[in-house]
């Protein structure tokens, strides 16, 4: 079974030495592995040090951007070149253990299609702990897939998996719940978190805010994506609902001869009626879209199989 071991780098040219001598004693030389690193636009002399590390070990591939996309664009790049049976990724900077890998993966053994790395004990400051123990909880809470740690860059898949979501943007956060919505088994592992030893983080509090954002793309695109009029009627239905009920209310005081005609919740009444039509509308509309999409693959397949 070959291990495709898929690293990002952006200006870590202290870690790489040390990080490559720790996964080439997980991943022997014998096996038919490969070691992918991404460089993502360093600009401190990564891109020599990751072409030194190719020079002198066949099992690595070094793919280089012009400049930084992001860990994403990173991780997609790297899905795509993977060739293993078992896809491992982990960060550049030391702070994920390779020894960890192999529990992991006895992990996918015993069924599972993901394993997910959990640092329950983190070395962070607390400026940094905090905020992502409440972004966790909102995850979960809003995805329903119990991973503690969906931030964690210490991942192992099965090939199937990483070929199958799309991973782009900020989505590289939410792929136990991408792997999740495309029917993949998932699971998660504590594994040890190391101090930092060289650099700083290149990830600010604002990852946070960015990443709540991206969460509505997952939701979406993982929940509503083929039932689009369930997120849009939805949303619809409440608004009208609202509106409705202000409508009512203000009509019972205008048979008691309040006058209403004048009155700013007689605006914001209508207001909601329109928006919640137009919400109900717009997911009719991607209902068509969704139908029509799905008959043009279904003659799709229809002409395959008669061509057969």
Known sequence: MNISAVLPVY???DSLGQLHRELAAILPADGGHEIIYIDDGSSDGSAAALKELADGDARVKVISFYRNYGKAAALAAGFEAAAGDIVVTMDSDLQDDPAEIPAMIDLLNQGWDMVSGWKKVRHDPLRRRLPSKFYNFVVRLMTGVPIHDSNCGLKVYRAEVVKSVEVYGGLHRYIPALAKYKGFKVTEKVVQHRPRQHGKTKYGLTRYLHGLLDLFTVLFVGRYFQRPLHFFGLVGLLLSIAGLVISVYLTINWFAGIPIGNRPLF???????????????????????????????QLVKDVYYQKR
Not at 270 to 279: E, S
Not at 286 to 295: D, G, K, S, T
């Open 11 to 13: 200006d870590e040219v």
């Open 267 to 297: 605006f914001l009444g209508i207001l909601l009626i329109i928006v919640g039509i137009q919400f109900f509308s717009l997911g009719l509309l991607a209902e068509l879209f969704v139908q029509r999409r799905h008959r043009e693959q």
